[in-house]
Nanobody
Framework: VQLQASGGGLVQPGGSLKLSCVTSGFSFRITPMYWLRQAPEKGLELIAGISSAGTTRHYDDSVKGRFTISRENVKNTLYLQMDNVEPEDTAVYYC????????RGQGTLVTVSS
């Protein structure tokens, strides 16, 4: 199983960023997927999840209305559109096949700063 997140970087408050997670080694199209993040000196936090078909999505209150999780099953790829970002969104972001992040890939760092 491989999960490779990318798309992180430095973004100003109020800006946007889109993360991608390219996967391989498992049946992506039948697997619910998740985004988690870990801020400096904090624990791993579940922020979004999506059903295998993409018809059901859920968000943590901290990102609801600002972030959008989506997927392209034909490309085995998961996305996270981040809009109106805040300094508190600074973290390493991970994609995972479980909501605890036990099976997560290499993360991508997002830094929100002016």
């Amino acid at each position: 199983v491989q999960l490779q997140a990318s798309g992180g970087g430095l973004v100003q408050p109020g800006g946007s960023l889109k993360l991608s997670c390219v996967t391989s080694g498992f049946s992506f199209r039948i697997t619910p997927m998740y985004w988690l993040r870990q801020a400096p000196e904090k624990g791993l936090e579940l922020i979004a999840g999506i059903s295998s078909a993409g018809t059901t999505r859920h968000y943590d209150d901290s990102v609801k209305g600002r972030f959008t999780i989506s997927r392209e099953n034909v490309k085995n790829t998961l996305y996270l559109q981040m809009d109106n970002v805040e300094p508190e969104d600074t973290a390493v972001y991970y994609c995972a096949t479980d909501d605890r992040g036990d099976f997560r890939g290499q993360g991508t760092l997002v830094t929100v700063s002016s």
